[in-house]
């Protein structure tokens, strides 16, 4: 193939001509932790672990102490700049990395289940730290690692052995710079999911219980059975059914995420128990062990899902099914359901568990303000996540680009 001007072929690919083809121990110092001995001599230190760094940032809610020598705490000690790694991890997830911005309020080391790359002089740490994450994501440390049963090893020669494309050391500022903006917009997008999650979290434990009530709402609330508020139906197995390119979508127990929404994939043309608008979907199994017991997903598509196995669906007979779905994924109530969960290798939890449940029942038209209130909240967090996906692409496919120098910053 013909290659672009301004273009040569090398053992990484086709990079531009300005640019090398180094390992990473040639741009910077690469150090394994201090191996972890409780008993040593030496003073306590804090020292960092996987546990702490994770894809972007490190996190220092829970930091350890050991006891280390003035030198090996020189030795180990960590400087703003610093490139961490994970040395030890699954293998999807070795090497994942984030540059050290001083985040703990005192000096602290590094354990030997981490890397620490230390850039030379003409290598722009933060460019660094994006290279790193994109091979990390990229699998490229992934085909490196020693893996041993469950834990693949990065290791500090394999990892300092590596040959990489580096750019200039401008061009380096560039791209990381630009790369730190998105990270910047995606931090911004992620903070504001969170704030509008917490919202709705106090909102629901005020709403749903009846301790705040909406304006011109008064009176008492009922206690009612889910069995007396929804007909409650056990689906059955489309596995039979399931085809590459189908007209409608197999709702079964992989079905409704953590957060009690729908997010069935499978594919099928079975022409039969077709879901309602309004109809709540509530796994009654949970062979993975992911927590969605109890859990219930609003179907809000008439005639694109089908009923399968593993779910109650739960279609109302009174009541207002946007509120009833927000009261039963609130903590107290999907608590309780899960209390009533039996088994050991397989979680099951039975219709006649479901059936006597119980719940507040305020009146429809309560239900339905209540409803709207919460629908709102949960369509600005739906908005935010879209955003955040998007830019997340945007970032990925920049990465690509920028770091292979297709596109070029100058």
């Not at 804090?46 to 090996?72: A, C, W």
């Not at 994942?96 to 005192?106: A, D, H, L, T, V």
Request: net charge positive.
């Amino acid at each position: 193939m013909e290659l672009k001007p301004g273009y040569r072929q090398t053992e990484v690919g086709v990079i531009p001509k300005d640019w090398d083809v180094s390992s990473v121990g040639e741009k910077g110092q690469v150090v394994a932790g201090k191996a972890l001995a409780v008993n040593a001599p030496g003073k306590q230190r804090p020292y960092l672990r996987t546990k702490n760094v994770f894809d972007g940032h490190i996190d220092i809610e829970d930091v350890l102490s050991m006891p280390m020598t003035d030198e090996q705490f020189a030795q180990f000690q960590l400087r703003h700049g610093d490139v961490l790694l994970n040395e030890g991890q699954s293998l999807e997830l070795v090497g994942r990395c984030s540059i050290y911005k001083g985040e703990y309020p005192e000096s602290c080391a590094i354990q030997n289940a981490l890397l620490r790359f230390r850039a030379n002089t003409g290598t722009s740490a933060v460019f660094a730290s994006h290279l790193f994450r994109h091979c990390q994501q990229t699998g490229i440390f992934a085909k490196i690692a020693l893996q041993t049963t469950s834990v693949a090893h990065l290791g500090s020669s394999r990892f300092a052995n590596l040959k990489l494309a580096w750019p200039t050391e401008n061009e380096q500022r560039l791209i990381a710079a630009a790369l730190d903006e998105l990270d910047a917009l995606l931090s911004s997008l992620d903070a504001a999911i969170t704030k509008k999650t917490s919202l709705k979290q106090a909102a629901m434990q005020e709403l749903l219980t009846g301790k705040r009530r909406l304006p011109g709402f008064v009176g008492e609330w009922e206690v009612k059975r889910l069995g007396d508020v929804f007909l409650i139906m056990a689906g059955k197995s489309k596995s039979a059914f399931i085809v590459a390119s189908g007209d409608h979508l197999i709702v079964d127990m992989g079905s409704v995420s953590t957060q009690g929404r729908l997010i069935a994939s499978k594919q099928t043309n079975y022409q039969g128990d077709f879901l309602q608008v309004g109809d709540l979907i509530m796994p009654k199994d949970d062979i993975g062990g992911g927590g969605i017991i109890g859990k219930v997903a609003y179907v809000d598509d008439k005639s694109k899902y089908v009923l399968g196995d593993h779910v109650y669906c739960l279609r109302a007979i009174v009541g207002d099914s946007r509120f009833l779905v927000h009261v039963i994924n609130s903590f107290p109530i999907n608590r309780d359901l899960r209390k009533k969960v039996i088994g050991s290798a397989q979680l099951g939890l039975g219709r006649q568990s479901v059936i006597n449940q119980e719940i507040p029942f305020p009146p429809q038209a309560e239900q339905a303000a209540i409803a709207s209130l919460l629908s709102e909240i949960d369509a600005e967090i739906i908005s935010l996540e879209k955003q955040l996906k998007k830019v997340s692409n945007l970032k990925q496919g920049m990465m690509q680009q920028l770091l292979s120098g297709r596109i070029r910053l100058q």
